[in-house]
């Protein structure tokens, strides 16, 4: 919930810096307006360098089309849109701006130095180069093209009605398909897809580009930390907090919390026997079930099949209820396994082929779990041995059972 948290506020923030920063004009000096003018290009630049880093071909891709449009916007359209060829140049932008973000909207992800992003780059390199050769040589060819489609209007605002519906839905398709694919929603292409919308719509507002082109760099550049900070402290795996995020968040609770260490019981049996396929299964499926546990505890992912409870403010007499109750839950699920050629596309029909394999039951598996106090302990280090030895003895014991250190 904090992740997709974070990716609703990130546009939001960026919105009302540029607001802000709009309101702001009238007290401005002119050189820091002429660094305002500038500022897309920086910002965007920066953008479009760090997804090069990072090897996000959709999200260089999509500075790339912020940085050409704005130079667009620059070059052609400091002219009153009533002069040739400004007015074309404002068409052909407020068409092409949501079409070329609908195309990294649609397509994968697939790294910058993949062959097929590489070739749509040069496609696209070269449509540009002759849109503008086109504006030097012949500047009222457009005109002729795009005959009085300028002149209408879409809700009162300056864009034309044609584009107005294609920036409309191409702001929905950047909604809706992330949701298809069950992809982690990114503001970053319909924040971009907003914020040029109302760039064209509002154009007649001085430096309205300026402000909205940064801001649309500048929420790229948030959504990329976000995404380098998620591989940081994210297990790719299972999808929970890993083991520095573990360190991270102790470093603020003190000595008042309790850890519990929860190992999956026989689990080399089960990738030497079922391969590591099924072994990946089952650790998210632990994992999803450690994200559910009561009591305020965080799930994180200490490594192999191992994983750890944080219950801040908590001692273990608190918590032995909750990891009772999640051992029981996870000791009488069945799992079952799945083929990803065969395994459904729609999520309902997966549900359903779930839950009847659940009734036959594929594999079942159980937890060793170990709980330590910290106040028990000077350093985190001791309070993980305490609790990793309470886990052990768990399993002396007989496996499937709660110890507390």
């Not at 000096?29 to 920066?46: R, T, V, Y």
């Not at 909604?175 to 924040?191: F, H, T």
């Not at 470093?251 to 990946?280: E, T, W």
């Not at 079942?364 to 052990?392: C, H, N, P, W």
């Amino acid at each position: 919930m904090s992740q997709i948290l974070i990716r609703l506020l990130a546009p939001i923030f960026c919105l009302i810096l540029a607001a802000f920063t709009y309101w702001q004009l009238p007290a401005l000096k002119d050189d820091q307006l002429a660094l305002l003018e500038q500022l897309p290009f920086i910002i965007c630049g920066l953008a479009a360098f760090m997804a090069l880093l990072a090897n996000h071909s959709r999200d260089l891709g999509t500075a790339m089309t912020m940085l050409i449009g704005y130079w667009l916007i620059r070059y052609f359209l400091q002219a009153p849109l009533t002069a040739e060829p400004a007015s074309q140049v404002f068409s052909l932008i407020s068409l092409c701006l949501p079409l070329m973000l609908a195309v990294f909207i649609v397509l994968p992800d697939t790294g910058w130095r993949h062959p097929a992003f590489l070739v749509l780059i040069a496609f696209i390199s070269i449509f540009a180069l002759i849109i503008i050769s086109l504006f030097q040589w012949q500047p009222l060819w457009f005109a002729n093209l795009l005959p009085g489609i300028s002149e209408s209007t879409f809700f009162g605002l300056k864009i034309s009605a044609p584009a107005g519906l294609l920036f409309l839905l191409v702001y929905t398709l950047g909604i809706i398909l992330p949701l298809l694919r069950r992809e982690y929603l990114d503001s970053s292409l319909p924040g971009c897809v907003f914020f040029s919308f109302i760039t064209v719509g509002r154009f007649q507002l001085p430096y309205i580009s300026s402000t909205m082109f940064s801001a649309a760099g500048l929420l790229l550049i948030i959504n990329q930390t976000q995404a380098l900070l998620n591989m940081v402290y994210r297990d790719e795996l299972t999808q929970i907090p890993n083991r520095r995020a573990l360190l991270r968040d102790v470093r603020s609770m003190g000595n008042h919390y309790a850890l519990a260490m929860v190992d999956v019981d026989h689990f080399k049996p089960i990738n030497d026997q079922y391969g590591h396929d099924l072994g990946d299964q089952v650790l998210r499926a632990i994992a999803a079930k450690l994200r559910r546990v009561g009591g305020g505890g965080r799930a994180y992912r200490f490594g192999g099949e191992e994983f750890c409870l944080l219950f801040r403010g908590k001692t273990p007499d608190q918590v032995i209820d909750y990891l009772e109750e999640l051992r029981k839950t996870i000791a009488n699920y069945d799992m079952s396994t799945r083929d990803k050629k065969s395994r459904p596309r729609l999520q309902s029909s997966g549900e359903k082929k779930r839950g009847a394999s659940r009734r036959q039951g594929n594999i079942r598996v159980t937890v060793s779990i170990g709980v330590a106090d910290a106040q028990d302990a000077l350093r985190f280090e001791g309070v993980m041995k305490a609790a990793d030895s309470a886990m052990y003895r768990a399993k002396e014991a007989g496996r499937n059972q709660t110890r507390i250190a």
